[in-house]
């Protein structure tokens, strides 16, 4: 049954991305990333269901705001945002949400959702932050790795 979902939802005009993006790890001052961008590249491998921003408590009103101004869907953790956002990201793939998992970050705690979505069948992209915010191990536990401003 699972087999057959995949190949009904693969339909290039129904391809749904799921972008996740790892706010304590993409937004720092030495990246310079804008959200703008990072939802923009999202969008170039299908329209997005989901596009999620995941933050600490700490972030500031500011941030917040302009995300969800953007489109963001934010989810603030009060732990450790890297759980949240892999267990999310891999119950979306799981779950038959989408069929693109875009993970915006430079962590590898990423790798096994990348992983699992594609023993799925989903195509897999990791977005770097920056030329020295790449993580090898993630970029090669997806089908695309992509780095920001390059």
């Known amino acids: 049954m699972k087999l057959l979902r995949r190949i009904l939802d693969t339909d290039e005009s129904r391809t749904r991305v799921g972008l ?13 990333v804008d959200l703008d961008e990072v939802r923009e590249l999202a969008e170039t491998y299908g329209p997005l269901a989901l596009t999620r921003l995941y933050v600490d408590q700490n972030a500031s009103p500011g941030l917040i705001q302009a995300a969800e101004a953007r489109g ?7 732990g450790d945002v890297d759980v949240r956002l892999a267990v999310d990201a ?12 875009v993970v915006a970050s430079r962590d ?8 699992v979505a594609g023993r799925e069948g989903l195509r897999t ?5 920056g030329e020295y915010g790449r993580s090898d191990a993630l970029g090669n536990a997806a089908d695309e790795a992509v ?3 390059e």
């Open 20 to 32: 996740f993006v790892d706010g304590p790890n993409v937004l720092r001052g030495e990246f310079d």
């Open 72 to 78: 963001f869907e934010v989810v603030i953790t009060s």
């Open 90 to 101: 891999t119950d979306a793939a799981v779950a038959g949400q989408i069929d693109v998992l």
């Open 108 to 115: 590898t705690d990423f790798k096994p959702a990348l992983e």
């Open 125 to 129: 992209v990791a977005v770097a932050p």
């Open 147 to 149: 780095t920001l401003g």
